[in-house]
């Protein structure tokens, strides 16, 4: 499924990669990467040692991202977004979405929030980004309750006006157990 009209700029890339800790993470998932703009900010930002473990639904994505990207810390799977924790195989440090919230089933959303949340070690961080004019839509209102029911801590960062569309990032820590 996907839901852009358009391939996410470097500039949301950056503001979607800064402030969660990339630098120090160890394991990192990154859901829905598509066409790797967000892959490729990852992976500047993590450390020799560190793994980024990429779960694309679409078959032809995850085999192109795959053909297209050669680093050894970068492993990719074809499958669900809910199957995190299986993919990752450890305690997740930071978790990079670019699925499409706004579109996709409610209960669907739910149970990948979920899955996010399970998958995240204590005060891990967890980023994805919404389209500006689809924010106070239903859907956009959703999500921004579903986060914060979700995890400790959540904050908007500002409008990536040069992206199409606009868009802006949710940012949250998940709850210290």
Known sequence: MTGA????????????????????????VELGPGTGVFTDAVLGLLAPDARLVAIELNPRLAEQLAATRR???????????AELAEAAGGPVDAVVSGLPWTVMPSAERRRTLDAVVRALAPGGRFTTFAYLHAAWTPPGRRLAADLRDRFHA???????????????????VSPIR
Request: hydrophobic share 50%.
């Open 5 to 28: 009209v358009a391939a996410s700029s470097r500039r949301l890339a950056r503001a979607m990669t800064q402030h969660i800790g990339l630098e120090e993470a160890k394991l990192v």
């Open 71 to 81: 680093d050894g810390r970068l492993t990719v799977v074809h499958g669900a977004a």
């Open 154 to 172: 959540v904050d908007r960062g500002p409008v990536v006006w040069p992206n199409l569309p606009p868009a802006f990032v949710h940012r949250a």
